[in-house]
């Protein structure tokens, strides 16, 4: 009973196992709770994320090779870590950060919350957007980074693997970049958080077992995807 109700923390319930004819008292039931989860009130922030579908959005600033600055504009799901939308622009208003949310969930696909920090960027357009997709607006507190890590650590990544090894020529280029790059994060990468896993899984034909290794280059061989060829 404890390890399938996740709410019910460290609190005893006598009266479910009444109905099964079974009589404890109840702090036997609580040492037997407090052995599989340890006591607390509701449920933890792993259990919210199982039950809900939640995406996390920010902004990363670079500079072209004549040291104008750009922003890249991404969303990522938190759950499965697979990059749902990226976008680039040299000016980011709240009109055009709304905007990349609209394209972000097309046909109502949308998730129940999305995090996002108090940057001005996003505004009171960015919240109205949502609001209309029945979306809730989750902000960060001030100076809490960590409370959107999935974002934090995306952009660690993107710059520790993308950004810091590519001369960005302009906002085209950045944009086909970081395109190539969310592909190759999505379907390619293995990450620790998922166990060793892509957040998109491989088709049976790529996850066979036999067949010679083929290495395909990833942003001019900066990176490569082992596969089995066919």
């Known amino acids: ?35 599989v989860r340890p006591p607390g009130d509701g449920q933890s922030w792993r259990t919210f994320l199982k039950n809900h579908t939640v995406w996390a959005c920010d902004f990363v600033q670079t500079y072209d ?21 990226v976008a680039v622009t040299r000016e980011p208003t709240e009109r055009w950060t709304a905007q990349q949310l609209r ?18 960027k996003f505004g009171e357009d960015f919240d109205r957007v949502a609001k209309a997709s029945r979306i809730r607006v989750l902000r960060t507190a001030i100076r809490a980074p960590l409370m959107n890590a999935t974002c934090e ?26 395109a190539e790059y969310a592909a190759y994060f999505n379907a390619a990468r293995p990450h620790q958080g998922l166990g060793q896993r892509v957040p998109i899984p491989p088709t049976a034909s790529r996850s066979s077992t036999g067949g010679p290794i083929v290495a395909f280059p990833v ?7 082992y596969r089995r060829a066919a």
């Open 153 to 178: 650590r995306f952009i660690g990544s993107v710059r520790r693997e993308c950004l810091d090894h590519v001369i960005v020529l302009g906002e085209r280029h950045l944009r086909a970049v970081l």
């Open 65 to 85: 090779v004549w040291f104008r600055p750009l922003f890249a504009f991404f969303v990522i799901d938190v759950n499965t870590k697979q990059v749902i939308h």
């Open 103 to 120: 394209q972000a969930t097309p046909f109502g696909a949308a998730p129940e919350f999305i995090i996002r920090d108090r940057d001005a």
């Open 1 to 35: 009973m404890a390890a399938d109700n996740n709410t019910l923390g460290g609190r005893a319930d006598p009266g479910e196992l009444l109905k099964l004819g079974l009589r404890v008292a109840k702090r036997t039931i609580q040492r037997h709770i407090h052995a």
């Open 219 to 225: 942003l001019g061989g900066l990176h490569h995807d």
